[in-house]
Each structure stands twice: as structure tokens, then as C-alpha cells.
T-cell receptor
Framework: DADVTQTPRNRITKTGKRIMLECSQT?????MYWYRQDPGLGLRLIYY???????NKGEISDGYSVSRQAQAKFSLSLESAIPNQTALYFC????????????FGPGTRLTVL | AQSVTQLGSHVSVSEGALVLLRCNYS??????LFWYVQYPNQGLQLLLK??????LVKGINGFEAEFKKSETSFHLTKPSAHMSDAAEYFC?????????????FGQGTTLQVKP
């Protein structure tokens, strides 16, 4: 089984709809991250969490919110989706120790019409 | 602020030829550097990383990268390209001075391997 899972894998929605993307990990790590990938821009950090009570904004958090339901679960919500939020979204996890590897999920492809 | 620049958004090589993907970084502290690969419709997989040990780092699938502080570079190489190497490659830097563990990514380089 995969260490980091994301649901759904693909989603098409309409402008103004509320969308939730879910992430679960079995690595036992405390730190979790949400990134979005856009062509030509690489990955950019949306939110990150050190534990269930410690959530921080990344460089592009506007229009997004997150919830850390448990050590293993970290959800990303788009309260009112807009077309420029069409992107590939990745969840990742790490121990947070210097230089440790971030382990990524398979991604969610979101299309907002 | 930290940043990563990958020179060349698309690189095309023939099968069996040398692969060279370029990455330059900017960091005010000694960095941790990573190369990830993304195959079509998949997540990111770690190829290799530099964490201040040996400057020449060997990774999976025959890839290696050399950390050159004087040039602020961490270029990725492979002596002989295989068709299966066709993918998108990302260079990333982690700034541990802030202890966030977050990664700053380059814009990615798509590697095409021609038969």
C-alpha cells in the first residue's frame, strides 16, 4: 500500500463550489504539506502543519483552508472554487529533521470550470 | 529568500547519450538540495539529495549530482539515457534555518529521450 494517499485523484467542479481534497499518510510523520503544481511554475506551498494544533500558511494560501484531523490526515479545502485554481495538488509528509526526504502522494488533478 | 532556477524547461537527448539537467540555487545558509522525478500521472519520487556529506551524490536509476558551493549549482547527470528516463525533473532546496522543512522548487525540466 502507498505511504501517502490522496482522494479524489481527479475532480471536475464548477466555479463557486466548495471542494475538499483529502490526504492520509502511514509514515507516522508529524509534518504534512499541501503544494500545487502549475506548468512552468513547479510546485508551490499552500499550507503546512507540524501537528494537529500547528497549521501555517505557505506562499499561496489565499482561497484555501486546511484541517488537520489527526496526525495521519490533512485536508485541503477550496471554499469557493475559481478557474485559476485548476491545477495538480500534492500532499507530502516528512519527519521535519534537517534534510529529511518529503514523501509525496500521487496527486489530485482538479479542474474548475 | 531562497530560490531555485532550472535552466531549460525542456531537454531532449538521444537514447544512450549523456543527460545533464541544470540547477542553480540561492540560499543564505548551507542548503539541503533535492532532485525529484515525476513520471506521467504519478507523484514525485526522490532521486537523490545533498545533506552536507559528500559533494557527489549518487541516486537511483544511475543518476548522480554534484554540489558545487562556489557555483551555487547542483546539476543532475546520467551517463547514458534510457527511454524510461523520460519524465519531468524538479530540483528543490530546503532551508533548515527556519525549521519548517518546506521545499522551494524549481520550475521543472521535462526530459525527452529519443530512440
Amino acid at each position: 500500500d502507498a505511504d501517502v494517499t490522496q482522494t479524489p485523484r481527479n475532480r471536475i467542479t464548477k466555479t463557486g463550489k466548495r471542494i475538499m481534497l483529502e490526504c492520509s499518510q502511514t509514515k507516522g510523520h508529524d509534518r504534512m504539506y499541501w503544494y500545487r503544481q502549475d506548468p512552468g511554475l513547479g510546485l508551490r506551498l499552500i499550507y503546512y502543519s507540524f501537528d494537529v494544533k500547528d497549521i501555517n500558511k505557505g506562499e499561496i494560501s489565499d482561497g484555501y483552508s486546511v484541517s488537520r484531523q489527526a496526525q495521519a490526515k490533512f485536508s485541503l479545502s477550496l471554499e469557493s472554487a475559481i478557474p485559476n485554481q485548476t491545477a495538480l495538488y500534492f500532499c507530502a509528509t516528512t519527519t521535519g529533521q534537517g534534510g529529511d526526504t518529503q514523501y509525496f502522494g500521487p496527486g489530485t488533478r482538479l479542474t474548475v470550470l | 529568500a531562497q530560490s531555485v532556477t532550472q535552466l531549460g524547461s525542456h531537454v531532449s537527448v538521444s537514447e544512450g547519450a549523456l543527460v545533464l539537467l541544470r540547477c542553480n540555487y540561492s540560499s543564505s545558509v548551507p542548503p539541503y538540495l533535492f532532485w525529484y522525478v515525476q513520471y506521467p500521472n504519478q507523484g514525485l519520487q526522490l532521486l537523490l539529495k545533498y545533506t552536507s556529506a559528500a559533494t557527489l551524490v549518487k541516486g537511483i536509476n544511475g543518476f548522480e549530482a554534484e554540489f558545487k558551493k562556489s557555483e551555487t549549482s547542483f546539476h543532475l547527470t546520467k551517463p547514458s539515457a534510457h527511454m524510461s528516463d523520460a519524465a519531468e525533473y524538479f530540483c528543490a532546496v530546503s532551508d533548515d534555518s527556519s525549521n519548517t522543512g518546506k521545499l522551494i522548487f524549481g520550475q521543472g525540466t521535462t526530459l525527452q529521450v529519443k530512440p
